[in-house]
């Protein structure tokens, strides 16, 4: 029986976290489980630092609130884990038998992890180590393997097409290109998205190499029957054919390299090659903060109470999700996709669980059908 649960968020914020924490805590509540969470997120169940969560308390008033009351770690692996050495270095170690027994020796019978692809993959490993796992897929990116939709897309998109209506009409009054990046390091869907919802003219996403003079051809186009400003969208992880995503730092021992100056270049190239004054604003951050919109007020609700009951159902390892409308789970194992080591660091590739978007996808030949170019 289910007497004692735990929380945590890994990975970047996203609205909607507040949400699932708080229907996780109110369905366990219903049930007489007691409810805690671990601050920033696998950290803090490395270091045992958790709270009590009360729905009387610090859990109400949270369905409207951005953020996240337990705070988040970004690319924090236990079984990774950067630990000082005397000397000054740094050695990566694997902690995860200390997360183990925390866990345990806390008396926890259940875990939720709320996470994207790397922070599922964890729990994956977790599972198999011995603690009991539920996944919520949390990303902005809608890259989660196995499922439709992740909480905290919707309200990604929709900052990003207010963003995109504001630059239009920049675009439109002094004849330029607006370009606008977006997030998206792997998978394009927030920018593919928005360039839908805001009528863009061009939109380079990761999934597609794109060949600049393509796009160019499109704003050209444009030009060449009186249309003398365009709208471009770009996600941080597109790349032209043949060349590489565009990165402004590394950290040594880090396995994601970040991003950024995609927009940028994509801006100077069309200009040199249309003749048109071209502008980059990069949304950056934006896209993460803020209150959910009601449809990720309404999912986040949905997974936070889809996931207690799975725990209710004693039912491990698992990862809700929304598929065809309605919510269900699929083993995590599903989700990993083909990155099975135990442990293993590596994210965003074809072996990992992203979901890309894929050439047939409906909303990828929407936009192909009114005319939005893809530099392909």
Partial sequence: MIKKIAILANGGDVAGLNPVIRAIVKTAANKGIEAYGFIDGFKGLLENNYITLDPNSNVRGLINKGGCILGSSTNTIVFHYPVKQPDGTVEYKDLSDQCVRNFKEDGFDVLFTLGGDSTQKSARDLFIKGINCI???KTIDNDVRCTDFTFGYDTAVSVATDAIDRLHTTAETHHRIMVLEVMGR???????????????????????????????????????????????????????INGEQSIVETSEGAWLKKLGGAGDRVAKELQDLTGLEARCTTLGYMQRGGC??????????????????????????????FKDGKL?????????????????????????????????????????????????
């Fill in 135 to 137: 996944g919520v897929p």
């Fill in 292 to 321: 959910p919109t009601s449809y990720d007020r309404v999912l986040s609700t949905k997974y936070g109470v889809k996931a207690m009951e799975l725990a209710l159902d004693e039912k491990f390892g698992v990862l809700a999700v």
């Fill in 186 to 240: 792997n998978a394009g869907w927030i920018a593919l998205a928005a360039a839908v919802a805001g009528g863009a003219d061009v939109c380079l996403i990761p999934e597609i190499p794109y060949d600049i003079n393509k796009a160019a051809l499109k704003i050209k186009n444009r030009m060449a029957i009186g249309k003398s400003f365009s709208v471009v969208v770009v996600a941080e992880g597109a790349k032209p």
């Fill in 328 to 376: 269900s789970d699929v083993p995590l194992e599903d989700v990993v996709g083909e990155n099975k080591e135990l442990g293993a660091v590596e994210g965003g590739t074809g072996n990992s669980g992203v979901k890309f978007i894929s050439m047939d996808d409906e909303l990828l030949l929407t936009a192909r059908d009114v005319g939005i170019a893809f530099g392909d």
